[in-house]
């Protein structure tokens, strides 16, 4: 990879890390499916005008649309509302490994043992951080959410690898709006009190939004961008950085002490797709 690139690739990964504690932050202020359908329509407004349609690429956008936006946004803010964000990021890092399985099974790109037993000491890190005092049994639920979110981003990575004509930015703007009325039904059908939620939205959460959009366009854009120039395993494990730096910017916005053992487990995870990634 080029020197820039690799420079790209680490910038987009700590925007992502630093996403993480901003979305528990508005998840304060806002139910989880409504504060999400914010999000994709500032995307859709304020990206929409100025990038073309694209061209007969639209059936893949829309199943980008569910994978890579509404799936992650809204399992995400769900999980995070009683979950760490250093925890979600750690276990969302898993669509390293499992970009792997995904890249062999639809790409037919080679599998090897290394990456096999990578998965697998991702997975045991997973256990370490349910099995530690940050998780309640009754938040079990949200860590299976956090792991569909990761499988979700692997399966988006490969989607995006199979549009050609369309450009980075192009596939990001678009399938973020198409995925903003996916979830606005779905808040519309178990949220209530919309019109209360609207009033409740003032400058404060404005500019968090925002600033929130603006972080993930930017991730988002970058990584595609990455995604279309180079081979699935060769770019996921840059993920590795989004954990530390969603430890670190929750550690200063929310002041959140992740327990040793899921630190640990958080590690190991780290650790398990590290090898993963090696050659």
């Not at 099974?105 to 997973?126: M, P, W």
């Not at 770019?235 to 327990?259: A, D, N, Q, R, W």
């Amino acid at each position: 990879m080029k020197l820039s690139h690799i420079l790209l690739a680490i910038l987009s990964v700590t925007l992502w890390g630093i996403s993480y504690p901003l979305i528990k932050i508005i998840t304060l202020q806002f139910p989880p499916l409504f504060a999400s359908t914010l999000r994709l329509l500032v995307i859709g407004i304020l990206f929409c005008p100025f990038v073309k349609k694209p061209k007969g690429e639209w059936f893949k956008l829309s199943l980008i649309s569910i994978t890579l936006f509404s799936l992650t946004f809204s399992l995400t803010t769900i999980a995070i509302q009683e979950i760490d964000a250093s925890i979600a990021a750690f276990i969302t890092s898993l669509e390293v490994p499992f970009a792997a399985v995904v890249s062999y099974l639809f790409l037919k790109e080679k599998l090897r043992k290394l990456q096999i037993f990578g998965l697998f000491v991702s997975l045991l890190g997973v256990y370490f951080i349910v099995e530690s005092p940050e998780i309640a049994p009754s938040q079990l639920w949200r860590i299976i959410l956090l792991l569909i979110v990761a499988l979700s981003y692997a399966l988006s990575a490969v989607l995006v690898k199979g549009i050609k004509k369309t450009s980075s930015f192009s596939i990001t703007v678009w399938s973020a709006t198409l995925a903003a009325p996916q979830l606005a039904i779905f808040s519309i059908l178990f949220e209530k009190d919309h019109m209360s939620l609207i009033k409740k939205i003032d400058l404060n959460s404005t500019m968090i939004i925002f600033l929130l959009t603006l972080l993930s366009m930017l991730a988002f854009y970058f990584w595609n961008l990455l995604i279309k120039k180079y081979r699935v395993n060769q770019i996921m494990p840059f993920i590795l950085l989004v954990p530390v730096s969603s430890l670190i910017s929750s550690y200063f916005l929310l002041g959140e002490t992740t327990h040793i053992i899921a630190i640990f487990g958080g590690l190991l995870t780290i650790f398990g797709v590290w090898l993963q990634s090696r050659k």
